[in-house]
RNA sequence: GGCGCGGUAGCCAAGUGGUAAGGCAGAGGUCUGCAAAACCUUUAUUCGCGGGUUCGAAUCCCGCCCGCGCCUCCA
């Protein structure tokens, strides 16, 4: 069956094809750099990586543009307390989130926007929008005026027509003509950075800067819009009104979000401060690899619960992905092929790309390769399994990893080259023969307290990273 | 109150009408000079609870209970 995702905008699983039929063109809603991102945005982020990759797997082109909000209340709040520029600010938050995402081995998009580089286009858009009669005016604010747009609330499934009986309404703003306008255009505050533009002093609000860079680089309908779960009230919904006042057309066709990362049964969040960063992971001495793995490994659409035995879990689970890449590319086999193995290879790997195409689901595509080392390791172990089945074998390997990407381990740093592993365990070799088992032992004890594992099969010694 | 996700073994988790994938952990075993490694076997008569539909339900319908998210900045 064919690619399809699950479609917040229309509550169903819809087959995927670009547009113009052959690239895929998305936005996806990066991070805002005010602090370190933890774990949690991560996961959003890994679940785009996936998309990406299995996009590019199905054939298509991709041009994927993310935005990087670096200006808002928090970091001009931050910004001003520290005496810095915006700039001077974010920059290292910025770079720090690129190094991050590069550890867990997440593809760069196409294209990283800023918002403070497209302040012109986002005055025109608001200019656009006010001489279709979207927006008003109020004390030096520009504001979109949701009336105006009777599809508002298409895609979080809201009914805006009645009163909001139990939600909680921000009372300070009160110079809204209706409580859900939103702001386009922020008035300068005293002391704030601001621009000084013919909507007047000030700043853009959050949504327009999305709208104003996803149709300035994929156009007016893009292919697919991600973020999370919670970016589909307000911040999508505010992106579709915004654009598709201007344009008259549909914004995005596929509306995809990832559901929250939690910890301790609630969603991980800077404001309840019950977050991780990378850094605090790693610094445990986690391999990047193995929270790459937990983060993925679950559906994208369920709420996943973060804790340190999952991770142990994911790490585990590599290592017996990586003993079996290892066992098919060290181990002898006897010449010939044989057919039931040549089968149960091509089903796995048919079962695993049914599991991406259906909504990406991991979990699924996962069992199909898990369940096909199992039954290889003992068609191996039987004498079964043959030099010509190593091709199909490793066929399934790439492919897992060409979307998971785990198999290559990150090697940490001073850790020994593979020359100076394989001079040591040369030396062991020789011990062992002349039966020197201390000396055998020393080295492998050795190895082992600098990450190297040793193992000693039928075909010979073999090693791993640990 | 509205909208949305979910409740499957000790933990994670697939499965949306045909009789419970997979991973981790645990327990046995194989191999090995030894082994911490590797590999194999094993672990839910049962899918939050109660009714109903059906030859057949974890899967569909009705009711209920519980967890989480959004409705305010948020991935």
């Not at 087959?15 to 005010?34: I, S």
């Not at 979080?156 to 209706?178: C, I, M, P």
């Not at 595509?365 to 030099?387: K, P, S």
């Not at 001079?423 to 000396?439: G, I, P, Q, V, Y």
Request: aromatic content about 10%.
């Amino acid at each position: 069956m064919a690619l399809r995702f699950y479609n917040t905008l229309t509550q169903r699983l819809e087959e995927f094809r670009p547009l113009d039929g052959h690239t895929v063109r998305m936005y996806t809603c990066g991070p805002t750099v005010y602090h370190y991102v933890h774990i949690g945005n991560f996961r959003t982020f890994s679940f785009q990586d996936v998309l990406r990759r299995v996009l590019r797997m199905r054939g298509w082109k991709l041009f994927h543009v993310m935005n990087i909000t670096d200006v808002d209340d928090k970091i001009i709040r931050n910004a001003v307390a520290e005496g810095k520029s915006l700039r001077e600010y974010t920059a290292p938050y910025t770079e720090a989130f690129l190094e991050d995402a590069a550890k867990l081995r997440l593809e760069r998009p196409e294209k990283l926007v800023f918002a403070t580089d497209h302040i012109p286009d986002m005055v025109e858009a608001i200019r656009r929008l006010a001489e279709r009669q979207h927006t008003y005016e109020s004390e030096g604010s520009v504001y979109f005026r949701i009336s105006s747009f009777p599809e508002y609330g298409k895609l979080s499934h809201t009914n805006f027509s009645g009163n909001l009986a139990g939600a909680r309404v921000d009372v300070d703003e009160y110079e809204k003509a209706d409580a859900r306008d939103f702001v386009l255009w922020k008035a300068r505050k005293p002391g704030e950075p601001y621009w000084d533009t013919p909507l007047g002093p000030g700043r853009p609000g959050w949504h327009i800067e999305c709208s104003v860079m996803a149709m300035k680089y994929l156009g007016e309908t893009i292919d697919i819009h991600t973020g999370g779960v919670d970016l589909i009230f307000p911040h999508h919904e505010n992106e579709i009104a915004q654009s598709e006042c201007i344009t008259g057309k549909p914004f995005a066709r596929f509306w995809l979000h990832a559901e929250h990362l939690m910890v301790e049964g609630q969603k991980m969040s800077k404001s309840l401060g019950n977050f991780y960063t990378l850094r605090d992971i790693l610094a445990r001495g986690w391999a990047p690899e193995a929270i790459r793995y937990l983060l993925i490994s679950a559906p994208y659409r369920k709420q996943l619960n973060f804790t340190f035995d999952g991770l142990k879990a994911a790490a585990s689970a590599i290592e017996r992905l990586r003993n079996f890449q290892t066992r098919l590319e060290t181990e002898r086999f006897d010449p010939g092929i044989d057919e039931d193995q040549e089968q149960r290879a091509a089903k796995a790997l048919a079962d695993y790309h049914e599991g991406l195409d259906d909504d990406l689901n991991t979990a699924d595509a996962l069992g199909a390769v898990f369940e096909f080392i199992r039954e290889t390791n003992i068609a191996m172990d039987q004498g079964r399994f043959r030099a010509g089945n190593v091709a199909s074998a490793k066929k399934l390997l790439g492919d897992f990893d060409l979307v998971f990407d785990v198999l290559r381990p990150t090697l940490a740093e001073g850790a020994l080259s593979d020359e100076e592993v394989e001079a040591l365990l040369k030396e062991r070799t020789e011990a062992k023969k002349a039966r020197d088992f201390a000396r055998a032992d020393q080295i492998r004890a050795m190895l082992l307290e600098k990450g190297i594992v040793v193992e000693d099969t039928r075909d010979g010694v073999r090693w791993k990273r640990r």
